[in-house]
């Protein structure tokens, strides 16, 4: 008798907790003691994002061996003289004029273990982040302001990055690239460049052939006349002094701050990087709809993260991420086509730009509830492959994710004209758990989900996100997924698929190893991470050059600085995990894998008691 009404007591919880909206939605339904400390690691989860961080960093900085770092990131985007025309030279090709004026792209986060700013994953990070605060948020307690203060930094750094119409900035590592056009008369030079450069005459903007690579000051001056060094002072290639025939400020810009290639080329740390920021955007004549897209909807996921507790902020985000959104899909085209050889393979859209439009359009009707967006999803949604079977989520494909997302509106908002959003998105459930007829998911015999050997722990975090956020719609839909062969697949089955899979990721594997790192008592120590392994700037104030480093990155011990809260990208298809800094496809952090983690532990947590 008294297990009856034990048991109608948990009914009558539960059937209350469903009624709730938003994210009060979650079960305390799990049976026996928590596998692990949920709470703890949600708050290193948040913690990790501060070591991630770029720019000028706050008073509340908690991770502090971290410094200032990209102070300057942004100035490669500014075109600092105009003139009517310049003698061409060196074979230099004229160019439109641009305006002046520098973009400020200061802030923002590192992807991963290096120090570009890449763009493009760094919107889908704050998209993830945002995500997980709008579902989850109601269960973080002391940990919500913390989580919105992560999600703020990005989406500062997204604003900046969309201040132009018809312009996006998409990733920085490189400085201002300018060009002196000199003529080797050999005439008296008669003052040091330190002097000459600050009364220069005016010129026009040029710039090389398009594909050409320009070298950064000083080496262009004398590579553009033939011209060598001399004693700081440039002279002819006989040694002779020289004449000024026009000066050229060649603006750079396109898609990301930081130049990958020279990046990687060094080992430094964040608050030393001496290679390019350069500057990288997207426009209209190099379109890249899936970087706007999902910038679009990492602004839009914010908006909704700021309703409530600053609603003023969360109007400026959601009218930016419209007008981004229209400049997506006005222009249509993939970033990695136009900039190919700066983005790829780092961060190519293998997927197209389709997924990214219909990912954002879905934001932004979930943030606006207009029905633009709406009729966009319904008119657009088959050609923008609503339908595909794919079934991997990541910084790349988004499908699986907008499938889920666009559900919620028939689940829980009863809209009946995407009833079919449902069936897309139990075609994804149906292939995550095992034993069911369409079961296309690979899992190692430790029981980890396993996608592909570079970074795969991000494919295992966004998936337990979706399975639990699934999870939470159709508990308020009182509904179940049907799989085929009479299997319906459950809500609770859903939590213990993405339960399983934490637990993993914290140390619940064949190895007894937690993958977050400062998590645990066994946790990787050399992560592929520059400003981890080398010694903070407290530690050793003085520069540490590209080249310098390279003798941390081999070095055999742990990294001087505890990244709190980093997830690595995990073992191999054996359960396997060498903890070797040299690999970065196992060893390296990024910000996309925690982001959708940071959810599902705030659920874990709360559903456990711990929160």
Known sequence: MARLRCLLVAFVLLAAALRLPGDAIASRGHHGPAAHD???????????????RS????????????????????????AIL?????????????????PGGQVDLVGGYHDAGDNVKFGFPMAFSMTMLAWSVVEFGGLMKSELQHARDAVRWGADYLLKATAHPDTIYVQASGGLLVLLLLSCSCSSWGESWSNRKESLPSCTLVQRARHERLLPFPQAVWTAAGVAPIGGTPSCSDRSPLTLSSLVVVTYSHSQVGDATKDHACWERPEDMDTPRTVYKVDPGTPGSDVAAETAAALAAASLVFRKSDPAYASRLVARAKRVFEFADKHRGSYSTGLAADVCPYYCSYSGYQDELLWGAAWLHRATKSPMYLSYIQTNGQVLGADESDNT??????????RVLIAKSFLVQRLGALHEYKAHADGF???????TATDATQYTRGGLLFRLSDSNMQYVTSSAFLLLTYAKYLAFAKGTVRCGGGVAVTPQRLRAIARRQVDYLLGSNPMGMSYMVGYGARYPRRIHHRASSLPSVAAHPGRIGCSQGFTALYAGGANPNVLVGAVVGGPDMQDRFPDERNDHEHSEPATYINAPLVGALAYLAHSYGQL
């Not at 706050?58 to 500014?78: E, I, N, T, V």
């Open 429 to 435: 459930i149906c292939s995550m758990v095992p034993g």
């Open 82 to 98: 105009h003139c009517a025309s310049c003698l061409l030279t060196a074979g230099v090709v004229l160019v439109d004029r641009v």
């Open 55 to 78: 720019g000028k960093l706050p008073p509340s900085q908690r991770m502090s061996w971290r410094r200032d770092s990209g102070l300057s990131d942004g100035s490669a985007a500014k």
């Open 38 to 52: 949920y709470r703890d690691a949600l708050a290193k989860s948040i913690l990790f994002f501060e070591g991630q």
């Open 393 to 402: 989520f990541g910084w790349d494909n988004k499908h699986a994710g907008a």
